[in-house]
């Protein structure tokens, strides 16, 4: 595995993951030391992964995840002493549909999400963006609610209005990504990349070279870089695909990853 990374309790953390790790440290120690829960920030896959790993060194405590809906893939954290029981509530969190011209616009998940965030809120305000193939929800901060109503008027193009709904009134989201099994040579970023979108290994070190590579949402020009366990990959054009397992090697020796991929 790569060198560069930190053995802490048994998983393997990247460098540019230490940030989150000392934020998730400060909050495991405070609810501990305070005996109160603590809540997070929504966190993506790789951070629950993270998040799971730390906690396992404090006596005591527990974690209790919820999104605004069942298998919601962003998700914010509650870590609490073990006679806790949370209530939806207690998650703080804001559901909006967003009502657009249907008639005249196709909207995508990387606009909405690219008009969020540019109203000024970071991305880890922001939970999960569903659609049922025509409508769009997405999940923020409680607090946000007030600021966000105000700033979002457009996306992209097009005007818009956030309605806010109940957990009650959610859409059945439309799942468009395939679950497979690949088989491949190393965990490197770009064999992963050229295997499931079939590119030639230089055609996909190029997407990474020129920045068209994310890596859990953070930007990532290291070809070389080593995948791993609940990683999720955004390669521009493309689309997006998750490791769900890695499941061990092939008898010639590969490596077989389970994967989730979406492609545009």
């Known amino acids: ?8 309790g048994g998983g393997f953390f990247r460098p540019e993951e230490k940030t989150f790790i000392d934020k998730i440290s400060d909050i495991l120690l405070k609810a501990q030391t305070m005996y109160t829960p603590q809540l997070t920030d929504f966190l993506n896959l790789r951070e629950q992964t993270i998040l799971n790993n730390l906690i396992n060194k404090y006596d005591g405590l527990y974690v209790h995840y919820f999104g605004g809906y069942e298998n919601a893939e962003r998700v914010r ?4 002493p073990d006679y806790f029981v949370p209530k939806e509530s207690d998650y703080e969190i804001a559901m909006y549909e967003i009502r657009y011209p249907e008639k005249f616009a196709n909207l995508h998940h990387g606009q909405i999400l690219g008009s969020l965030t540019g109203s000024g809120v970071e991305r880890d305000r922001f939970g999960d963006i ?3 193939g025509e409508n769009w929800q997405f999940f923020v901060f409680n607090s946000m609610s007030d600021y966000i109503e105000d700033q979002v008027k457009k996306i992209g193009p097009y005007k818009i209005h956030l309605i806010a709904k109940n957990f009650s009134e959610l859409l059945l989201p439309k799942d468009e990504s395939t679950d497979e ?7 490197r ?3 992963i990349i050229a295997d499931v979108y079939d590119l030639s290994r230089q055609n996909a070190k190029s997407l990474v070279d020129h ?3 994310q890596i859990n949402w953070v930007v990532n020009k290291n070809a070389s870089s080593f995948v791993t366990i609940t990683d999720t990959l955004s390669v521009r054009g493309f689309g997006r695909i998750r490791v769900n397992d890695i499941m061990g090697r092939s008898r010639n020796n590969k490596y077989l990853l389970s994967v989730n991929i979406i492609k545009k």
Do not use: E, P, R, Y
Request: no cysteine; proline share 0%; aromatic share 0%.
């Open 181 to 187: 099994t690949i088989t491949i040579q190393s965990l």
């Open 77 to 80: 954290g509650i870590i609490a």
């Open 211 to 213: 920045g068209k590579v």
């Open 1 to 8: 595995m790569d060198d560069k990374k930190t053995i802490i």
């Open 189 to 191: 970023l770009d064999t």
């Open 130 to 132: 569903i659609t049922d």
